[in-house]
């Protein structure tokens, strides 16, 4: 008998689900995703997709690119594409979802927080604070100058608690803010779309994916990624539990000494506050692989700003926070 493929080795109790059984999970996520795309574009007049270019964004691209065809098909994605750059972005992830805006004919805004940061809307407590915590102004400021009345993002509900108390559809209120008492329920896959002046929902087309779901489908479509989620060697430093990548943004501290490892980004966001993880994966299977294996979630490995208090990414969607 031939030893099973590691696309085989799916599940993480088994650690073997048949090919067909992993495609039709795939299946049944990827319909999900593409009638919740196409429900946003039916029921709201000016939505659009948030699109970091990150692996969980390039994934909902990749269902709208099935959902609505490609300048090759004759398609085009009815939303624009927004990105809120901090301005600490790491260079491959902004050269790659530049690149992959054009390859599909998309419009792509990108509001930056130094912008708001020049207008007073935002000000920092010291020059070394993470612009980090100050997207959701610079956000917030581009659904007004827009009027965006639905967003799409590419938040899933298996990477964090608060996460987790997530509708598909996620109400905000007139200030931009989530509360959990106004969420409506969603039985059935029916969805209350309806809004008041000045309010505008958050939609989470990935919400029932998880991270081990989302690798398999990169691998399964063959989906490119910018070069950071795979084994690379970086100088970095061990704080608190995490590998700290030395850049100019975050250089050593006195007495710190850098180390050159094998790592990869399970996650990749403003360089302040986005870790790597140690691993040799170089392919998509590898990291499935890799994925089985772990016992911390993909923020808590990797998001030094989710690190401050168990409520710190509640306490950032109720301030207006993706």
Not at 56 to 63: Q, R
Not at 148 to 159: C, H, N, V
Not at 309 to 321: F, L
Request: contains cysteine; hydrophobic residues 40%; charged residues 30%.
């Amino acid at each position: 008998m031939n030893a099973p493929t590691s696309l085989e080795l799916l599940h993480p109790m088994t650690h073997h689900r048949p090919d067909h059984l992993s495609n039709a999970h795939l299946d049944a996520l990827e319909e999900e995703t593409i009638f919740i795309l196409r429900e946003v574009a039916a029921a709201f007049e000016r939505p659009t997709l948030l699109f970091s270019g990150g692996k969980d964004s390039l994934v909902m691209l990749k269902c709208a690119e099935k959902a609505f065809g490609t300048p090759a098909t004759g398609g085009k994605i009815p939303y624009p594409l927004l990105m809120i750059d901090t301005g600490h972005n790491f260079h491959e992830v902004t050269d790659f979802r530049d690149a992959r805006a054009a390859e599909l004919g998309a419009d792509l805004i990108v509001r930056s927080v130094e912008d708001s940061m020049a207008r007073g809307t935002v000000r920092l407590a010291h020059p070394g604070e993470s612009r980090n915590v100050h997207q959701s102004v610079t956000l917030l400021e581009a659904i007004e100058e827009f009027r965006f009345d639905a967003l799409i993002g590419g938040a899933r509900r298996d990477e964090e608690k608060a996460r987790a108390k997530e509708r598909i559809f996620s109400h905000r209120d007139s200030f931009g803010q989530w509360q959990p008492k106004d969420q409506r329920p969603e039985l059935w896959t029916l969805f209350n779309t309806k809004l008041q002046p000045g309010e505008h929902f958050r939609v989470f087309p990935i919400s029932n994916w998880t991270e081990l779901d989302v690798w398999q489908y990169i691998a399964r479509e063959a989906i490119a990624l910018p070069s950071l989620y795979y084994t690379h060697q970086r100088e970095v430093v061990e704080r608190k539990g995490l590998l700290v990548p030395v850049t100019e943004l975050t250089p050593l501290k006195p007495g710190e000494v850098a180390e050159l490892r094998d790592v990869r980004f399970r996650t990749v966001g403003d360089i302040t506050c986005t870790c790597p993880v140690e691993s040799l994966a170089a392919t998509p299977e590898q990291i499935v692989l890799e994925t089985l294996a772990a016992d911390v979630s993909e923020r808590g490995a990797t998001r030094m700003d989710d690190k401050t208090s168990e409520a710190s990414m509640e306490k950032r969607k109720k301030d207006g926070y993706f």
